[in-house]
């Protein structure tokens, strides 16, 4: 093994693994490459032994430096030429030999040397001295630049091999090529491993390969670090999405790189998908069991941004309440959320399934009556859907003065698990009560009734935390009955006595006691083991 390396940017230094020529010490030298000879080269060692001494040959010439090349005289005879490439030589013959990682590994090098001989000579000492001083004088700080710098700037085959005169978009084009190469080629083995397996019948799970997971990071990664998400969504994932046509595991090929954006979503570094991504996205999560995915990346995209019609589909169709809550407050509408998430309480499957999304209820309500966008920790509320007290007029009087009747309308137009909900009721009224092993949420249905059956859904599921949602919520609050009736659509009726807020709450309460909802939902939840509340009054999840 011989190994090369600059004394200074036109000399080159020899050292071989048994003796070392040239005037610099070995300390100075630094490695350049490691090129593997088919002989090995002429030294000191084997002259004394033998060899060229035998004929009166010195072996100080063995190894003679021209430039960018270096001619080596070996043992048996042969004369080899070695030679320092361009870089960009260097990355053509690194992808004529489908070497892609190291070409992407040079050409990050190159990048960096590029960028730094843009600014170099900003950082050069006595640059702005020399511009100060137009006569010259100042020479000190013209003749004592850096070492480095002039190095740098040699034209010699080091620096060109080095990257040094590149173009920055041209170092982009290669990288970008090398990218490509390396994604194809994995997809390429990919396609071979699965004839392979089929060939043999072995079963495999769809799940991306070690390879192709690899080389989806390096793309998204790659399109990020220059800028150029047109790539990484015209190019990129196409060429993983076209895989499946090919016969590769499609499912395997999307997902790698459909996991990969999904970590760059929630890092913040992509602020938008384009709507095929989202649609693999949701589909993707929703094939492995874990939609809730989605939902976070929801939370991190850019609203506006978003096919607003496609995303809200698409989050109903996996029940992603806190994405389609987000969604729809952005766009000045809280009180649709209520009501979705209502109609999901109504709908749910078991008793923890209902108390779940009571939870996310009441964590929504609180936040709104607080003034913060749900879910919490991501700012306050926005002036697009009025005032404070509007927005809590709105929710509070839809729990308090919309009627059964009203619920199964809203839910109806609403349509999906909403509109199933609604069924359930109707058909839970037609048909009477329910028998034997009947869910939890059929037996919410079948007693959501007048007075106040949103309220009602609320106390039947955790009455301490929903009666600590509206204390908080009423307290110090001025707002009257008729700007509650108003808010829900009600017409403001003669009153002999206007009520507050806190009133209208505690009147509402009164009546379910008076109707005797409580003990038909004490006797409910003894019967299962559930609990009718938190045991601190607190909402949770």
């Given at each position: 093994l011989l190994v090369l390396g600059y004394h200074t940017s036109t000399t080159l230094g020899q050292v071989s693994n048994r003796s070392s020529s040239g005037s610099s010490s070995a300390a100075v030298i630094r490695v350049q490459e490691q090129v593997e000879w088919m002989d090995q080269p002429v030294d000191r060692q084997w002259a004394v032994s033998g060899g060229l001494a035998a004929w009166g040959v010195d072996c100080q010439g063995s190894v003679v430096g021209v430039g960018p090349r270096v001619y080596l005289l070996g043992q048996q005879g042969g004369v080899f030429c070695g030679r320092l490439m361009p870089w960009s030589e260097r990355l053509k013959t690194l992808q004529d030999v489908r070497k892609f990682k190291l070409g992407l590994f040079y050409a990050l090098k190159f990048q960096q040397t590029s960028q730094q001989q843009q600014i170099q000579p900003q950082q050069q000492p006595g640059h702005q001295r020399r511009n100060s001083n137009p006569t010259g004088s100042d020479t000190a700080g013209s003749g004592g630049g850096s070492a480095a710098a002039k190095r740098l700037s040699a034209g010699g085959g080091l620096a060109r091999s080095e990257g040094v005169g590149a173009e920055p978009q041209q170092v982009e084009q290669w990288m970008l090529s090398l990218m490509l190469g390396h994604a194809t080629v994995a997809l390429q083995a990919a396609h071979k491993q699965q004839q392979l397996q089929a060939g043999n019948h072995t079963s495999y799970v769809q799940q991306p390969s070690v390879a192709v997971r690899a080389a989806a990071e390096i793309c998204v990664c790659l399109c990020l670090l220059l800028s150029r998400v047109d790539v990484l969504f015209e190019r990129v994932y196409p060429l993983f999405s076209r895989s499946g046509s090919a016969g590769v595991n499609a499912g395997g090929a999307v997902g790698a790189v459909v996991e990969v954006l999904e970590l760059a979503v929630l890092s913040d570094l992509l602020e938008s998908l384009p709507p095929e991504i989202m649609q693999a996205l949701v589909d993707h999560f929703a094939e492995v069991g874990q939609p809730e995915r989605v939902e976070g990346c929801v939370l991190h995209l850019s609203i506006m941004s978003l096919d607003l019609n496609q995303v809200i589909r698409l989050c109903e169709s996996v029940s992603l309440y806190s994405a389609l809550t987000s969604i729809?407050?952005?766009?000045?509408?809280?009180?649709?959320?209520?009501?979705?998430?209502?109609?999901?309480?109504?709908?749910?499957?078991?008793?923890?399934?209902?108390?779940?999304?009571?939870?996310?209820?009441?964590?929504?309500?609180?936040?709104?009556?607080?003034?913060?966008?749900?879910?919490?920790?991501?700012?306050?509320?926005?002036?697009?859907?009025?005032?404070?007290?509007?927005?809590?007029?709105?929710?509070?009087?839809?729990?308090?003065?919309?009627?059964?009747?009203?619920?199964?309308?809203?839910?109806?137009?609403?349509?999906?698990?909403?509109?199933?909900?609604?069924?359930?009721?109707?058909?839970?009224?037609?048909?009477?009560?329910?028998?034997?092993?009947?869910?939890?949420?059929?037996?919410?249905?079948?007693?959501?009734?007048?007075?106040?059956?949103?309220?009602?859904?609320?106390?039947?599921?955790?009455?301490a935390a929903a009666v600590a949602v509206l204390s908080e919520m009423t307290c110090g609050w001025d707002a009257v009955e008729t700007d509650l009736r108003v808010a829900a659509g009600k017409p403001a009726a003669e009153l002999d006595s206007v009520l507050v807020a806190t009133q209208v709450v505690v009147n509402s309460i009164i009546a379910l006691l008076e109707a005797g909802k409580f003990d038909q939902w004490s006797h409910m939840h003894g019967g299962s083991g559930g609990s009718s509340g938190s045991g601190n009054g607190q909402p949770s999840g």
């Open positions: 729809y407050n952005h766009i000045g509408d809280y009180r649709k959320p209520l009501l979705d998430l209502l109609a999901a309480v109504a709908g749910a499957g078991s008793f923890a399934e209902a108390h779940r999304y009571c939870c996310k209820l009441l964590v929504y309500l609180r936040c709104c009556f607080r003034g913060l966008k749900f879910p919490p920790g991501t700012g306050y509320l926005s002036s697009t859907g009025g005032s404070i007290d509007s927005i809590k007029s709105a929710l509070l009087g839809s729990l308090l003065y919309l009627d059964r009747q009203d619920l199964i309308t809203e839910w109806q137009q609403s349509g999906g698990r909403a509109a199933t909900a609604a069924a359930l009721i109707t058909t839970s009224s037609s048909n009477g009560p329910t028998q034997g092993s009947t869910l939890k949420s059929l037996m919410f249905c079948a007693g959501l009734s007048d007075p106040h059956p949103a309220l009602q859904l609320l106390l039947s599921v955790d009455v």
